[in-house]
Structures are given as C-alpha cells and as structure tokens.
C-alpha cells in the first residue's frame, strides 16, 4: 500500500502544536512511504474489503439502497443495544433537540459503570467530593482534551455503533480523552441547518462545562467531517473559541460535486461509483439552498485561523478532491495541515479498525496528530 503524505504548511498565528513536532511526523512518514515502495498493492483484507462493498453495490436489490444511503439509515434504526469495554462508562444526554453520549474513562470518582455520580445530588458521592460541581463537569476538566465526534452518513444517517468503537479508539490513545459523540438531527425530517446547529449545541455544552476551545479536538468523517469544517467556520464568525485540532476523515465537503475526482474516479469508487444517484448527488440535506453555501460545504469558506487539521482520504475515492482542495485552500490560508492519500483505499477506510493494514495505520496517524 502506497500511502502519499503531502505535508504541512506553518499558519501566520501562534499554533497549539510543536511545528518541529509536525515536521518531525511529516519526515517519518516519508520513511515510511519509501520503505514500501517496492510494494505498491493493498493489503489481502482491503481487497476482500473493496470487492466486498463493489460487489453489494452492484446488486440489483440492496445496491442501490446503499449507494443513496437507505441500506446505512435502517441500519442505525436496527442496531443492537452497544456496551462499554471494560475501564469505561458510557453516558447518555438529551439535549432539547437532539442527544449525545459521552464516553469516560472510569476512576475513582466514576465507578463501577456507575451513573449515580453525574447528579448534581451530592447524596451519593463520597464525602471529599461533596459539594462541588457534578461529575460530568469535573471530568471534562480534568481530562485535559475532550474529543467531540461528529459522525458520518450523509447527513440521512443518525450515529451507529460503529462511531461508539471509533470512540473507544480516541479514548485509549495516549491522553485519557473523553469523547463526546453527537447523534445529530439528519434529513429529510430535519436539514439543514439542525445538524449544523446541534454540532454547535455541543460545542456550547462543552464550554459550559468548564472546557476550553484548546481542549477540545473535534473529529469527524465524510459527512461529519464536513460539519466539522462548518462548525469551526460558524464557531471564527461568531467570535467563539475554536478547537485545538480537527482530524477529518474523507471529509464531503464540496456538496456541489465539482471536484475532478467526482469524474476520474467515477469507475473507481467501490461506494459511490458508477452512478450519479447516489448520495453524495442528493440535495436532501441542503434543499433549495445554495449547495456553495460554506456552512453546507466547508470547502467555499475561508479558514484563516483555523486549528492544525489531519485530513486521511482514499485514492479511489469520488470525494478524494474535497479533501485535496480544502486541504490546499487551509495551506493558502496559513493553517497547518497534514494530508494523506492512501492510495487505492475507498471511503471511510478507518471503519476496519483493527482488520486491516491500511486501516491500522492510519489510526497511528491519528494518534500521533494527537500526541504531538
């Protein structure tokens, strides 16, 4: 597997990150790229994988309810009920419009998958602890960084078990973060702006918890990678604090399907390909709003000021020009920024986790974006 890192670029305001730190990451990377040059084929596991999801698009039945995102909505509707690895408590939160869950490391003030500690009762809290704030809020205080999770889907799809595994996965990197997964309201009940809205809601509650914009790394992927650069756009207009980082993952973030790769790799995309009647062709989100509008696609908005941001995008992909352009555009505009294309992969490649190579190591990516 062939993995094309295309560097970073210095911003003109202070960063959160070592550049050196940056630099350093970047330089082995290369290293890596030119150890497996030699050997450009993807891994046995990612070809089961892409030939996998071709073949099921292809279907007469399914295929099409999975390319226009039907198959991913019912899914999410069906899934069974997701616990907790042990050494974390889950917990969930109504919001007045949508709800999110917040994943915590268990310690001493939290345990036993306990829930009782997240009242502001101090009835069940232990007696050096009485009388100060709820738990929930001193957690986030004393986690240092909170990952706020936007998931992906379309813009159609509410949050899947998946994006609980992807939260286990930011909590155990170095760091002890809690994570903070929004299932945001989706098309076409509720368009946009309420997934736009409900991302900064959270954003909101974080802040009211006592967190700080430097604490706080917002992650997403496809489409809510794409509502991760909205949200930081909506977050620089109104004057608020924004992030430390953004790790994005296949971000959509052109909804007007302009890039070159919506056509060259049209027969290449596993997903996506070979029809134009998929979802990222769908208007369900934005409606009869201008799809150029920055807050519905981030790649028209300007990101002078933005955080350090780590793209990760297939090179099979259609949507591999919203990554490869906004990523351009933040270097223009003096962000810092990481891209890396690995090549062959298809959208959202990291949903193997563990299962495969390419997968594994662009979480390592992630987790060293993280550290430094």
């Given at each position: 597997m062939n993995r094309r890192n295309l560097g970073t670029s210095s911003g003109r305001r202070e960063k959160a990150v070592d550049k050196s730190a940056m630099e350093r990451m970047v330089r082995q990377n290369r290293a890596r790229r030119k150890k497996r040059r030699k050997d450009?084929?993807?891994?046995?596991?990612?070809?089961?994988s892409k030939n996998i999801i071709a073949l099921a698009t292809s279907l007469h039945g399914i295929g099409p309810l999975i390319q226009n995102g039907t198959f991913r909505k019912r899914v999410a509707e069906i899934e069974p009920p997701w616990h907790p690895p042990r050494g974390f408590s889950l917990?969930?939160?109504?919001?007045?419009?949508?709800?999110?869950?917040?994943?915590?490391?268990?310690?001493?003030?939290?345990?036993?998958?306990?829930?009782?500690?997240?009242?502001?009762?101090?009835?069940?809290m232990p007696e050096d602890r009485a009388g100060k704030?709820?738990?929930?809020?001193?957690?986030?205080?004393?986690?240092?960084?909170?990952?706020?999770?936007?998931?992906?889907?379309?813009?159609?799809?509410?949050?899947?078990?998946?994006?609980?595994?992807f939260a286990v996965l930011y909590a155990r990197m170095p760091g002890e973060r809690a994570v903070l997964s929004v299932d945001y309201r989706v098309a076409p009940e509720d368009p946009y702006p309420a997934?736009?809205?409900?991302?900064?809601?959270?954003?909101?509650?974080?802040?009211?918890m006592g967190c700080r914009g430097s604490q706080i790394i917002v992650v997403g992927d496809s489409a809510g990678g794409g509502l991760?650069?909205?949200?930081?756009?909506?977050?620089?207009?109104?004057?608020?604090?924004?992030?430390k980082k953004l790790v994005l993952m296949s971000p959509w973030t052109d909804l007007a399907a302009t890039g070159d790769s919506y056509e060259t790799n049209f027969e290449k995309d596993p997903l996506f390909g070979n029809t134009t009647d998929s979802m990222i062709y769908s208007n369900a989100y934005y409606g009869e709003n201008d799809p150029k509008t920055p807050y519905i696609s981030p790649l028209y908005g300007n990101?002078?000021?933005?955080?350090?941001?780590?793209?990760?995008?297939?090179?099979?992909?259609?949507?591999?020009?919203?990554?490869?352009?906004?990523?351009?555009?933040?270097?223009?505009?003096?962000?810092?920024?990481?891209?890396?294309?690995?090549?062959?992969?298809?959208?959202?490649f990291q949903l193997g986790m563990k299962k495969m190579k390419e997968s594994r190591e662009a979480w390592k990516e992630i987790e060293e974006f993280l550290t430094i």
């Open positions: 450009k084929s993807i891994s046995l596991a990612a070809t089961v917990v969930p939160m109504e919001m007045p419009d949508f709800s999110m869950e917040l994943l915590l490391h268990q310690n001493e003030f939290f345990p036993n998958n306990s829930l009782e500690y997240l009242k502001t009762d101090d009835s069940n704030e709820d738990t929930a809020e001193r957690l986030l205080t004393e986690n240092r960084e909170v990952v706020l999770q936007l998931h992906g889907g379309g813009y159609i799809g509410k949050m899947k078990n998946a994006y609980r595994d997934a736009l809205e409900d991302a900064y809601a959270a954003y909101q509650w974080l802040l009211e991760a650069l909205a949200l930081c756009l909506y977050l620089k207009d109104k004057g608020e604090p924004l992030p990101y002078e000021g933005f955080p350090p941001m780590l793209f990760q995008v297939g090179g099979a992909e259609m949507l591999l020009s919203d990554s490869a352009r906004a990523a351009k555009k933040a270097k223009a505009a003096g962000c810092e920024v990481q891209l890396t294309i690995y090549d062959e992969m298809f959208h959202v």
